[in-house]
């Protein structure tokens, strides 16, 4: 028997916040599945062809959906005790568990630009903080290519995680490398010696550690460390 829609709190008045109400709601209630026209109109009691007179089609749904995810991130960011990396950590920590919470809207993330005033404010808040880091120029804006490529590509892998593997992956805590099958490790010593400690890293743990080494590296390059490297997206370097 297929399950029921879960219960979304029905308005008089549909318009784009109730719709996206609705989609974030779905997502999060049922992971692994991707929302559609139908099944939104099916948890507001409404025709499915009613949400195209508010939005052209799925993409631009989405991308509101996204839009929204961001704010709220950068909501708790700005909440968020601490110096420039503290806040930054904050927002990209949040952001995570958004993806968490909401696979099917947030591994979209990966193909879809919002481009909304909350996707803005997400660019406005990450380069604010890198520039409070010490960054400016065309380090600040390397920096925050990686912190905001980073951000969507892993948030959409952890995703993808929970789509496939429902609850259980909620909390990032799917194995990065599940087994190494049938290969004699004899012939590969480093990965025999680390065998026990690759198969513990899982999702979260590869995400904050890219957090880490991105934000280890800004605070090299702000200290004027001309060694100074992004893991990411080539040398970050404190001047021009």
Do not use: C
């Amino acid at each position: 028997m297929a399950s029921e829609s879960p219960a979304i709190p029905r308005r008089t008045r549909l318009d784009q916040r109730v719709i996206v109400d609705a989609l974030l709601e779905l997502a999060r209630s049922e992971p692994a599945l991707r929302p559609t026209f139908k099944r939104l109109g099916s948890a507001l009691g409404v025709d499915a062809t009613a949400m195209y007179r508010h939005f052209r089609n799925k993409d631009e749904l989405t991308r509101a959906a996204l839009d929204r995810l961001a704010a709220t991130a950068v909501e708790h960011a700005r909440a968020a005790p601490g110096d420039w990396r503290g806040r930054l950590e904050a927002y990209l920590l949040r952001s995570a568990e958004l993806s968490l919470e909401y696979p099917s809207v947030a591994i979209e993330g990966a193909v879809l630009d919002p481009a909304g005033p909350g996707d803005v404010s997400a660019d406005e808040l990450i380069l604010a903080l890198l520039t409070e880091g010490g960054l400016t120029g065309r380090p600040l804006i390397t920096a925050y290519a990686a912190v905001s490529g980073f951000a969507v590509s892993q948030g959409a892998a952890l995703a993808h995680e929970v789509m496939r593997n429902g609850d259980a992956a909620r909390d990032g805590s799917t194995p990065w490398i599940s087994t190494f099958g049938a290969v004699d490790l004899a012939d590969y010593p480093l990965v025999r010696a680390h065998r026990d400690e690759l198969l513990a890293i899982n999702g979260i743990t590869v995400y904050r550690a890219g957090i880490a080494a991105i934000l280890d590296s800004v605070a090299r390059a702000a200290a004027g460390d001309p060694a100074a490297g992004d893991p990411a997206a080539g040398a970050i370097s404190a001047g021009e």
